[in-house]
T-cell receptor, first 110, second 113 residues
């Protein structure tokens, strides 16, 4: 079992709709959670981080954390073609190591 | 402008040659990291350093070496012992350890033939 799992996609989303990305993790003691956006051929860019259960909103992005169920999700509202990218979930586990998922590719269609 | 720079952007080498990738940051971050990314895979940690003159092996350190003589700089050497060196190499930094958010440089794409 991988430590951090994401659906590889592609997740096809109509422009203006909500994109919903999920990430599950295996280490129940994990403390901090990050979402990165990576455009093709570029480096990852941090877009959200969350430490506590519940929702955290930043502009069109909302991160949701449920430690009891061991998942973290990212919602992208009013999706734009510029949101087309691969989204990486990263989890800081109980050993203090940051583990990355393989990423979910999002394609926003006009 | 604060940020992380990596050079060169593209690097081509012949098998059997050592190559050094540069990473510099002016964010005043204590911790620095090197990752490798292969197609369809997540980032894998090669080495990390929490303070000057100290560094730790990550998950895939074999065939790589690093130094941390200055807070701003964390160069990575890919040695001839690395069996599969062609990859996208990413340097990152954070204000503290791995529990803090990491910021990435633009990356170096290394091709070894």
């Amino acid at each position: 079992q991988k430590e951090v799992e994401q659906n590889s996609g592609p997740l096809s989303v109509p422009e203006g709709a909500i994109a919903s990305l999920n990430c599950t993790y295996s280490d129940r003691g994990s403390q901090s959670f990050f979402w990165y956006r990576q455009y093709s051929g570029k480096s990852p860019e941090l877009i959200m981080f969350i430490y506590s259960n519940g929702d955290k909103e930043d502009g069109r992005f909302t991160a949701q954390l449920n430690k009891a169920s061991q998942y973290v999700s990212l919602l992208i509202r009013d999706s734009q073609p510029s949101d087309s990218a691969t989204y990486l979930c990263a989890v800081n586990n109980s050993w203090g190591k940051l583990q990355f998922g393989a990423g979910t590719q999002v394609v926003v269609t006009p | 402008d604060g940020g992380i720079t990596q050079s060169p952007k593209y690097l081509f080498r012949k098998e059997g040659q050592n190559v050094t990738l540069s990473c510099e940051q002016n964010l005043n971050h204590d911790a620095m990291y090197w990752y490798r990314q292969d197609p369809g895979q997540g980032l894998r940690l090669i080495y990390y350093s929490q303070i000057v003159n100290d560094f730790q092996k990550g998950d895939i350190a074999e065939g790589y070496s690093v130094s941390r003589e200055k807070k701003e700089s964390f160069p990575l050497t890919v040695t001839s012992a690395q069996k599969n060196p062609t990859a996208f190499y990413l340097c990152a930094s954070s204000i503290g350890g791995q529990g803090y958010e990491q910021y990435f440089g633009p990356g170096t794409r290394l091709t070894v033939t």
